[in-house]
């Protein structure tokens, strides 16, 4: 069994690659959104768990009437009050 050894292939150009792996994600119109447009924006895409709340039946039971008691779901109530904060704080630093 005959195997060849094939060199590997250089960059054409390393500097080039360099600075676009090196480059910011955010576009310039990302950094211009206010935090309540980047809520709407980070909404849109697919959806699937971040995470798991632990908590006791009180608490359970709390979140199920906050969230009645503002017409949301509890996945609606829990997104207001931690991800809109979230994103007023920290959503410019964060590219979506």
Do not use: C, W
Not at 26 to 36: G, Y
Request: aromatic share 8%; charged share 25%.
């Amino acid at each position: 069994m005959s195997s060849t050894i094939r060199p590997r292939k250089k960059p054409v150009n390393e500097a080039a690659f360099v600075e676009a792996a090196e480059k910011s994600t955010t576009t310039t119109s990302e950094a211009t959104l206010d935090a309540a447009e980047r809520v709407s924006a980070r909404a849109a895409g697919r959806k699937y768990a971040i995470y798991t709340l632990r908590g006791t039946e009180t608490q359970h039971e709390l979140l199920k009437y906050a969230a009645k008691q503002k017409g949301m779901s509890q996945n609606e109530l829990i997104a207001h009050y931690v991800l809109t904060p979230l994103e007023d704080e920290f959503g410019s630093q964060v590219p979506f």
